[in-house]
C-alpha cells in the first residue's frame, strides 16, 4: 500500500539551529501539505503545493521557515533557526486532487523538540 | 474565518457506544471530515459527509446537518483499539482542510 514518507521521524535540537524535514508523497499526488501539530491540538496548515508551486503559504513564519518541491515530487521543509516554540509535530499529506473531499493522506510525521 | 469545536475528553467501556459532536462555523461549506489519529501515529481518514445524513461504514457512522452547522462521529461496538483521538475537519476554498482541536477517546474494558 502506498504510502507518505517521512524523515527523519524524530529530532532534538537546540534553539539557533537549523532543521531540515523531508516528505516522499504517494505516487501520483499533485497536492502536498506541510501541517503543523502542537501536542493535544488539531493539525494546523504551514504550506501547500500544487505540483511545484506554492498555493498557500500564508500561516508560514516566512523570517524562519522555508518549504520548497522542487521538481513537485518530494518536499522540504526547513526551520533557521529554530526556537523553543518550534517544538511539535511536522506532519506531511498529500492528496491526489483538491482537498474537497476532505481525504489526505499523512505520513507519520516528523517529531522535532528544540532545547 | 473557520473554526470547528469538539468535547476535548469522552470516556466510554468496550461493548458501548459512544458519539463525538462536532460544531463548525466556516464561510462556504463543502462537507465535513473525520480523522482518528493513534498516540505517536499519523492521522488517518475515517469518513466524509457533504450530504445531510448518516453515512455507515462497519462501526463507525458519521452524521451531518447543515442547516444546523452540525455534526458528529458515532463508534459502535467500541474496543480498546478505538483509543485515540478524533478530528473532524472541513475543506476550506474546496483545497486545503482545517482541522478542530480533537477529542480523544478513551476506551476502559
Known amino acids: 500500500e502506498a504510502e507518505v514518507a517521512q524523515s527523519p521521524r524524530y529530532k532534538i535540537t537546540e534553539k539557533s539551529q537549523a532543521v531540515a524535514f523531508w516528505c516522499d508523497p504517494i505516487s501520483g499526488h499533485a497536492t502536498l501539505y506541510w501541517y503543523r501539530q502542537i501536542l493535544g491540538q488539531g493539525p494546523e496548515l504551514l504550506v501547500q503545493f500544487q505540483d511545484e508551486s506554492v498555493v498557500d503559504d500564508s500561516q508560514l513564519p516566512k523570517d524562519r521557515f522555508s518549504a520548497e518541491r522542487l521538481k513537485g515530487v518530494d518536499s522540504t521543509l526547513k526551520i533557521q533557526p529554530a526556537e523553543l516554540g518550534d517544538s511539535a509535530m511536522y506532519l506531511c499529506?498529500?492528496?491526489?486532487?483538491?482537498?474537497?473531499?476532505?481525504?489526505?493522506?499523512f505520513g507519520e510525521g516528523s517529531r522535532l523538540t528544540v532545547l | 474565518g473557520q473554526s470547528l469545536e469538539q468535547p476535548s475528553e469522552v470516556t466510554a467501556v468496550e461493548g458501548a457506544i459512544v458519539q463525538i459532536n462536532c460544531t463548525y462555523q466556516t464561510s462556504g461549506f463543502y462537507g465535513l471530515s473525520w480523522y482518528q489519529q493513534h498516540d505517536g501515529g499519523a492521522p488517518t481518514f475515517l469518513s466524509y459527509n457533504a450530504l445531510d445524513g448518516l453515512e455507515e461504514t462497519g462501526r463507525f457512522s458519521s452524521f451531518l446537518s447543515r442547516s444546523d452547522s452540525y455534526g458528529y462521529l458515532l463508534l459502535q461496538e467500541l474496543q480498546m483499539k478505538d483509543s485515540a483521538s478524533y478530528f473532524c475537519?472541513?475543506?476550506?476554498?474546496?483545497?486545503?482542510?482545517?482541522f478542530g482541536t480533537g477529542t480523544r477517546l478513551q476506551v476502559f474494558p
Open positions: 499529506a498529500s492528496s491526489s486532487r483538491l482537498a474537497g473531499t476532505g481525504e489526505l493522506f
Open positions: 475537519a472541513v475543506p476550506y476554498n474546496t483545497d486545503k482542510l482545517i
